[in-house]
Every structure is written in C-alpha cells, then in structure tokens.
C-alpha cells in the first residue's frame, strides 16, 4: 500500500513500480497571423483556404517572422516563472510528411526562446512543483485526411504555419492525476495571460507523453517510450495507466522496453508502435539560414512584463488573505480567469462569503447543467450580487432566493424585479407573523397539546406548517421566536 | 575514412531518393573522392571558433500580426500534379 | 550582327530615351538574334511574342523617366516569372508556372524592362558548366563545344552572343563570376543582403544572390542599382544606404589599396593566369591604385567549407521538391515510393549528388565533424577577409584557375568540376561582394577574367576599380557568329 493517498504505484508480485513522466505540450499561440506568413489562423474554415504560396513552400518563397507570437512566448515565459533567452535561434527539423510543405519544420532546437521554468500543482495532500524544462517557437503542420478516399490521403494546409508553443516538463510527474492538474495549471496560466486558448476540441492544445516506469525506490529512469499528439487530458490519462502497465508487464517478463514513438487508439483504448515515424527520425536540425537569430532587448522584456495580468498562484494568495476563502474554494474560483473575474465582479457589492457559497454552489451546479462556460452565464455577476444582497438584507429567505436564481437562470432578469412581480418578498412584520401563527395553532389543536406534554419534536412540524401556510415567505427567525412563546 | 553502400542506403533513405544497387556504387566512389577532398578541414584547429551560419551581421526583423494572404486555395493547388476541388491528394498513408 | 544588338544596355537606355530607337525595334533586334541562335541552347522557354506585345504598348505610351526604358531582357531560369515557367533547370519543375513574381525581377519591370525569355541554368544552379541543366548543354559563343560556365552559362552566353542586351544570374559560389570570366563578360555578385532572394529558386540560403550580367561595367551597375533593393519578405535582406551606382561610377581610383593575397597561387595554375594576374596588377597601378600583398590564410579551405556548408542547406531546401505541392510526380504505390521515385526521376545526378552530401553531414553522428566544422572555418574565411580589408580597400584575384573547358571535359570528376570556383567561392563564404571583368585571352583566344573583391556594401568601390581598369584592357570579346547560319 502506498504511504499517502495520492501516490500511484503499480504492484506487480512482490514489486511497487512509480511511473514518470514527462509532457510536450504543444500549445496554439493565440495571434491573428501565422508564425512565418501572413494567413490567418481562424479555427474551421474550408480546407486549403488559408494557406499562403509561403505556407504551401513554393518555390522561393521566404519566412519573415510574427512579433506578436513572439511576444506571446515571452509572455508565457514569465508566466511560467522561467527564464527568456535574448537571443534564441531557428533550427530546421528536416522530415518528409505529406502535410509538412517544406520537407522541414522551423522550430527551435539548440537556443529556444524560453529556459527552465515552473508551474505550482495543488493536489489534495499539498502542493507540487513541476519544473519546465524549456519552451520554444515552431510551425504546425498541415492536416492529413485519410478517411474520404479508399486509395489517396488528402492534404489541407490550413494549419500549416500556425505558430505553437512547445512546452517541455521535466520528467517531474507521477501520476496520471498530477497529469491532469498540470495540464489544467498550464491552460489556466495562458488562458490568464491570452497566449493560448486551451481549446482542446480545436487542438489549440495537444501533448506528446514520454512515460518510463522504475522500481519504486530507483533513483534511474527506466526506457521511455513517447505517445503522440494526444488532444484530451481524458486521452493522456487513460493513455499513461495503458503505457505504464504494459511497461511493467514486460520488466516483469524480463523483456526489454523499447525507446519507441507510440500512438494511442481512443478506440481499442491502448498505445501501440507508430513504426512509420520510426525508420526517418534522424531530423538533420540545423539553423535554418532563411532565418536570423532572433534578439530581445532588455526594454523588450520588460514592456512584456508589464502587460502581465495577476495570475492564478498570486491571486489566490489575495483571495485567502484579504477574502479570507479556503484554499479549497481559492483554488475553484482562480483556476479561470472567466471565474475569478465573475467572482470579483460579484463581491464589488456584496458579502464575500455569500457570494463564495452560491458561485461554487449554486451557479456551477447549474452552469454545468446547461453545460456553459461561466461566459455564458444568464445571470451576469451584476445581478447574482443584486440576489445576495436580497438575501442579506432580509428581503427574501435562502429558499425563496432558490427559487428566484432559478427563474434567473431562464433570463437574465433583475432578481428584484421576480421578487416584487412574483410577490416573493419575505413576511417579516411580527403582527402578521402572528396572526398566521395562531391559526396554525388553532388548525392542530392536538399537537400544541403533545408539545406541551413534552414532544418537543414536534416544534419543526409547526414551523413547516408555518412557513406552507406564508407560501415560504415567512422571515424563519421570527417564526422560531413567535412560534416558541406562543406553544 | 570511406562510405559504403549501407550508409549510401541510409542517407538515399533519409533523402527519399531511391537508389538501386548500381546507383548506390557509383555514388559511393564519388563521394568518397569528394570527401576526401573535404578532410582538409581536419588540418585546421577550430576548438576555439565561434561557427558562423549567416554572414548577415543583423538580427530578424519582426514583422505585424497582420492577415494579409486572402485565401489563395485556387492558386496554391492549381499547380499541384494531383488534387480535387479542396485538397492536394497523395497516394495513401498508412500509420 | 544588327547594329542594335551590338549596342550596349547604357547606349539602348540613350537611344530610346532620345527616341533615336523604339522600344519595338530593340526588341525585335533580340528576338531575331534570339531566334537565330536556337544552336547555342541559351534559353529554356521563350518568350518572344509577349515581349514584342509588351514592347509596342511601351512605345504607345513611353515612360521615359525609367532607368530601363522598353529594354528587353532574358532571365536565369531560376528566377520566378509570373505565369511564364519556371524550371531552374530541373525535370522536376519542368510544368511550373508561379503566380507570383520574384522582388529583382519585379523590380526591373518596374523600371520598365521587358522578359523575353527563361534562360539556361546548371540544374538548381547546382554546377559550374551549365551541364547539368535537365533541357541540355549550352554552348558558349566563343567557340564550339566550349562550356559557357555555370551556374549562370544561359545568362552568360546570351549575353557574350548578344541574345539579350544585359542579363541576371545567381551565385552561390561563383555562379556569375565564373561564367562571365569565361565568356568575356562582366558579372557582379552583390554583397549578401543586397538582392532580395524573394521568389529565386533557393539552392544554399546562406550563399545565394542574385546580380546582374552585362558587356561592361556601367551596365552592370545600372542594372545593380535597379535590382539591388531592401525587402521585407526576405528577412536577410538588409537595409543599408544604396548608392546610385551608375550615376556615382568613377574612373578615378587614385590611391585606393588594392591587395593581392599570396594564397591566391594555388598549384598547378596555369602560367597565362599567372600571367594575366600580373598584367591586372599593372592596369591597376596604371590607375592609380596602390598594391600591397596580403594574405588571407584559409583560402585553401573555402572549397571543402563550400562543398559541406552549400549541400547542407541545398539538402534540405530541396526537399519541398516531393511531388505533392507543384511540379513532377512519379506514380507510386505508397507516400514514400512516391517521394522516391519523383525525386530520383526528377533531380539529375549532380542534384542527387549533392542533396546526399548535404544529408549526410547533417545527420546523426556527422554534424559536428562537418556541418558544425565547415560553420567554423567559414568564420575563419572571414575574418582572414575582416583582417586584410584593415589594410586594403579591395582584394584582385584571378575570377578562375583556367579558361573555359570542352562541354563533356570534367563531367566525369566532380572534384576537379568544383575546383573551378576555388577563386570565387571565399567570397560567397564571407558575403562579400565580386566583381569579374575580361582581361585578356589564353593562347586559343579564350577570354580570362579577373576579379575584384569589396568590402560588405562596398559594390560602389569595386564598381568604380572595375570600371578605371576596363578602360585600361580595352579587352575585345573574339566572337564570330559561327552558330548562324
Ligand atoms: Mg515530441
Ligand atoms: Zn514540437
């Protein structure tokens, strides 16, 4: 058995095997234009329309290179605490691909942009930090369709050009859960800083899975094998239990593991040998001399790091200190910037704490219900804040306020509006609390006389027939209080 | 040193320019007379060189986020020795 | 010969802006000379009706204020022409036409010029005899059989024969220089950065340039002056202050430094180049110019850097050439027999030749004990350059170690084939700027050239010897029109 509750081990006979593992992630930089050309970048158009002679490497055709996706991998750069290298170079990776125009991909081998860096995972038994190894600047390749035609493969180019980011980890993770979080920190940290989308649908974010195993206990690295390009954080945990159990079951057959790329079937759910990137993986870098080094002055740098919005470490540090949350909820309304921007948009008005409970609560539950982003709420933070204060000043009771999010949630529509139209407001005058209470009484004569003689159970029941009677509008503190002198 | 046929093999691979076997020697002897030539170089002592790649003596030049290229797919595939109305069409790959 | 076609490209300008010429009849001058001279194999695809059009719209409606008013002119194949094919030489671009235009070639259209035609190449500009063109041989106009130099042997020979009043060519080692020299001409290769490489077939980025080809110096540097501009969709083009050079050609070299690098003696150089190195010394002197021996010791190494550092970048910049996008296909059974069979079908022998030198001293294992080598001595090439141009303002060498050889000579060695640009390619190395002019004939008649080396952006200055010293030749081309008949 392992020692705390997040470690996953693999046991086998008499063995604890650990799996580690490391993740290229390639990341869409967000930018209009493509790294090396000016076609557009736009996600879903007809295939082959946004493809330039540069794109489709015609002859003579030359690369000049995009400011803004620089910028955009400084800036992930800073966000990933990391170091920005002033000068970094443009390698050629040469292959043959039938939607990879040019024979070669530009991509940085030698001098990336970004160095080492980290990113701080929470997990349930306490935070975790993953170092980066490197982030650099390349090209995306084209689209290979192999499905519409029994003989041909056929090509679109519309991605290829597009400008990625290609995150490195160290081989810091051990689990397909610290996977999972660290994609998750990863996306939300350039969500933050409007990198990268995270559109995992749309491929605006793919990772490539190096997965070794070892005796738990060995300080070596085992024989790594590396899953390509897999586009969910579903698909990369599924794909690392299949890869690490295979990898354990051949050691424990006294086999070897080959150094291989592999491909995971979604289908058959398991990684199998991809042997046709096998016999050309000689990639023949060098610096590509269409292009120049390409330097960052200091000012450069500095003017980006001025553009850094607070990120989601930073910010949750703010909202346990000043807002006093739990790191728990810290953790739920940061890790977007949708959310936390909701939330401080909410509490501008209104009570903190009220306003944690129902976002975490009430909102997510139906957000998720309707499956929409937090963007597309119906009830804009201006009029959830405008709920919760209704709350807090006594207008309506907790269970009323259900009932009018629910109605918000058909529309955005102002809560106080529902409460004077539905007449929702909670009854709080003591004379006509009562009033309704005596006929309470009145109408179950029987009980008031058990109660007395010492059912003391039965005090719920006459606050229920209280609050049926008042429609739920009854103020339920002064209920309690009437209630009790009059019994 | 000298290149056999194996490494005429690999690198007519990793080139995708097919060779058979007669192909393969005459290259052979020719490269092994050209790099011999070559090997002068190992007269030269270079531990302390810094290698130059471009004799440009400048730094890239960045250009504006700017879509500029409208869609060229008429153009980009009229060229193309095989393609449909969408697509360039090659023959099948198999993963 | 017409008395229009022997006129230079400065002396056309002159007549047709003083209306002395029509644009018309300049260019029906070189079409006919053109037609007639099909023999020599100069060009690769003609152009001829378009450019006699193009020429009657100029002289209905005559902008005379461009530098090249109404000229017509043929290109080196390796330039993209819009909608007129473009092979560099190659099978394997055998049906490509662009729909874009290269940035030099539009810039001499834009002063006014008009294509006649695609002119002959070495196959990817990949060869110094015009060989290994896949659409055959050219011959050069001072004799039969004589090769008329490589890469840029069209450009050379249609110029020396009169087919186009003035030309532009490429070089990635010589490719200008050496074929000029061979065939009594002048040819400028520019310093790096110069010349947009925007739309030319790329062989090696790091080397390649385009320039202009002419029968004397103040053509080529009209025409350098026109081509010759900074350009954003090349990102190693660089923008430094242009001069005017045909306006600002000077005779008057007094007291510039001229050095002669002793390593320029190479072994077994025939004693007429010896020969006419010496007398290039003595019209330099005749000018006015002061020489001092230099050294620039890593010359004997430019070749080998040369024949790893251009393979290398030719490897891989010809690896879009996969049947997929543009150009030949060979049928196959899969994606890979496809890329195999087009590109052994497609590519000639010296192409595949040189595309597995390049493959292999970039993979695995082999990069550092060549490509990154190569990338040091190139380092050291230059600063012997950076080093004797703290003492002289230009370097004279002999543009070749001989005079042009019989087509079929040397195609056999490719060793003793690369050993023709052992003078020129230490300037491509160092992104020097070259100039090579006639100076004087071997004892078949056969011209020899010499060439005079610049500083960076210094074309002006070489520009300026190039032209004192051409007064003091007077070198006369032997052409006989053998091919008419
Ligand atoms: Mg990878
Ligand atoms: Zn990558």
Not at chain 1, 387 to 395: A, E, R, S, V, Y
Not at chain 3, 116 to 128: Q, R, T
Not at chain 3, 438 to 447: E, S
Request: proline share 4%; net charge neutral.
């Amino acid at each position: 058995m392992s020692k705390n509750k997040s470690e996953y081990l693999i046991n086998r006979h008499d063995n604890q095997y650990e799996v580690v593992i490391g993740l290229e992630v390639h990341a869409q930089v967000s930018s209009q234009s493509k790294l090396f050309s000016t076609s557009s970048t736009k996600f879903g158009a007809e295939p082959n329309t946004q493809v330039s002679l540069v794109d489709a490497a015609f002859p003579g055709m030359l690369p000049v290179i995009n400011e803004y996706c620089v910028k955009q991998a400084i800036k992930t750069g800073i966000g990933l605490k990391a170091k920005i290298n002033k000068r970094s170079i443009f390698d050629r990776k040469n292959y043959f691909y039938a939607d990879l125009p040019q024979g070669y991909q530009i991509s940085q081998f030698k001098d990336p942009i970004v160095g080492e860096g980290k990113v701080i995972l929470d997990m349930p038994d306490g935070q975790k930090e993953v170092g980066i190894e490197r982030l650099h600047l390349e090209q995306d390749a084209g689209k290979s369709i192999h499905d519409l035609d029994p003989k041909n493969t056929f090509v679109d180019l519309n991605r290829s050009g597009v400008a990625l980011m290609e995150i490195v980890s160290k081989p810091d993770l051990r689990s397909p859960d610290e996977v999972n979080a660290y994609i998750k920190k990863l996306r939300s940290i350039m969500r933050y800083l409007g990198t990268c989308d995270g559109n995992m649908q749309e491929g605006s974010l793919r990772a490539d899975v190096n997965v070794s195993v070892r005796k738990k206990g060995s300080k070596d690295f085992g024989t790594r094998c590396e899953i390509k390009n897999v586009n969910s954080i579903k698909f990369m945990q599924m794909a690392i239990e299949y890869e690490a159990n295979r990898q354990v079951d051949l050691i424990e057959d006294g086999q070897k593991i080959d150094q291989e790329t592999r491909l995971f079937d979604t289908k058959k759910n398991e990684t199998r040998s991809m042997r046709s990137k096998e016999d050309a993986h000689d990639y023949r870098y060098f610096p590509d001399p269409d292009l120049l080094p390409l330097e960052v002055s200091d000012d450069f740098i500095e003017n980006l790091k001025s553009e850094i919005p607070e990120l989601p470490d930073e910010k949750k540090k703010r909202f346990i200190e000043k807002f006093k949350l739990s790191p728990y909820e810290a953790n739920i309304l940061v890790s977007d910037i949708e959310t936390s921007n909701y939330f401080e948009n909410v509490i501008k008005k209104s009570d903190v704490k009220l306003a944690t409970n129902w976002i975490i609560g009430e909102l997510f539950a139906a957000l998720n219900e309707k499956n929409l982003e937090i963007t597309e709420s119906p009830i804009s933070a201006g009029n959830l804040s405008k709920l919760i204060n209704l709350i807090k000043d006594g207008t309506i009771s907790g269970k009323i306020a259900k009932t009018v999010f629910e109605q918000m949630m058909e529309g955005d529509k102002d809560p106080k509006k529902i409460v004077e139209e539905k007449g929702l407001k909670q009854e709080s005058d003591p004379k006509a609390l009562e009033a309704l209470i005596d006929k309470v009484i009145d109408d179950n004569r029987d009980k008031a006389t058990e109660y007395k003689s010492g059912k003391v159970k039965l005090f719920g029941f006459f606050v229920g027939q209280v609050m049926k009677v008042s429609g739920g509008k009854a103020n339920p503190q002064l209920v309690n209080e009437i209630l009790k002198k009059k019994l | 040193m000298s290149i056999d046929l194996k490494t005429i093999k690999h690198i007519s691979k990793l080139s995708r320019i097919s060779v058979d076997e007669k192909k393969a020697e005459k290259l052979a002897g020719d490269l092994n007379s050209i790099f011999e030539f070559i090997e002068k170089l190992n007269e030269l002592k270079t531990d302390n060189v810094e290698p130059l790649t471009s004799v440009a003596e400048t730094t890239l030049k960045l250009r504006s986020d700017k879509v500029e290229s409208k869609n060229l797919r008429e153009q980009v595939i009229k060229n193309s020795p095989k393609e449909n109305e969408d697509y360039f069409v090659v023959p099948k790959v198999i993963e | 010969m017409s008395d229009i076609t022997i006129q230079s490209l400065s002396l056309l300008v002159e007549n047709i802006k003083s209306k002395k010429l029509s644009s018309s009849e300049v260019t029906k001058a070189f079409v006919d000379r053109s037609e007639k001279s099909k023999e020599l194999n100069a060009y690769i695809t003609e152009d001829y009706a378009n450019a006699l059009n193009k020429a009657k719209m100029f002289d209905e409606k005559p902008n005379l204020d461009l530098k090249l008013p109404g000229i017509p002119m043929a290109v080196k194949d390796l330039f993209c022409t819009k909608d007129l094919r473009t092979t560099a030489g190659s099978k394997i671009l055998n049906n490509f036409v662009p729909t874009y235009e290269s940035t030099v070639t539009q810039n001499i259209w834009n002063e006014g010029a008009i294509l006649m035609g695609k002119l002959n190449c070495d196959e990817f500009a990949m060869g110094s005899s015009n060989e290994t063109s896949f659409f055959g041989n050219v011959q050069n106009p001072i004799d039969k059989n004589l090769v008329p130099g490589g890469s840029s042997g069209g450009s050379s020979s249609a110029v020396a024969a009169q087919l186009t009043p003035i030309t532009i060519g490429t070089d990635t080692g010589g490719s200008i220089r050496q074929p000029a020299s061979f065939t009594g001409t002048v040819g400028l290769k520019p310093t790096y950065g110069s010349c947009s490489r925007y739309g030319i077939v790329a062989f090696a980025s790091s080397l390649d340039q385009a320039g202009p080809m002419a029968q004397n110096v103040k053509d080529c540097a009209l025409l350098q002056e026109v081509i010759s501009t900074y350009d954003e969709k090349d990102s190693t083009s660089i923008d430094f202050k242009r001069n005017e050079y045909s306006k600002e050609l000077t005779k008057n070299i007094k007291g510039k430094k001229i050095g002669i690098p002793k390593e320029y003696r190479v072994d077994g150089m025939p004693k007429e180049i010896e020969d006419l190195w010496k007398k290039g010394i003595e019209y330099a002197k005749d000018c006015g110019a002061e020489i001092i021996d230099i050294s620039l010791p890593h010359t004997n190494y430019a070749l080998p850097t040369y024949y790893i550092v251009a393979p290398a970048e030719a490897s891989s910049n010809l690896a879009r050439y996969d049947g997929v996008k543009y150009g030949f296909r060979a049928e196959g059974e899969n994606l890979i027999d496809m890329y195999e069979k087009t590109r052994s079908e497609g590519f000639g022998a010296e192409v595949q030749r040189r595309i597995m030198i390049g493959t292999y001293v970039l993979s695995s294992g082999y990069y550092d004990a060549y490509y990154l080598k190569a990338q040091k001595v190139r380092k050291l090439i230059k600063n012997d350059f950076d080093d004797a141009y703290k003492k002289v303002d230009a370097i004279l060498t002999p543009s070749t170690p001989s005079s042009a050889f019989k087509i079929g000579e040397k195609t056999n060695d490719p060793v003793s084939m690369y050993l023709n640009d052992i003078f020129t390619v230490p300037v491509n190395l160092a992104g020097l700027p070259g100039i090579s002019i006639p100076a004087g004939h071997d004892a078949r008649g056969y011209p020899l050239g010499l060439q005079i080396i610049g500083r960076a952006f210094d074309e002006q200055n070489i520009l300026n010897i190039a032209y004192a010293m051409e007064e003091k030749i007077n070198f006369k081309n032997n052409i006989t029109d053998w091919w008419i008949k």
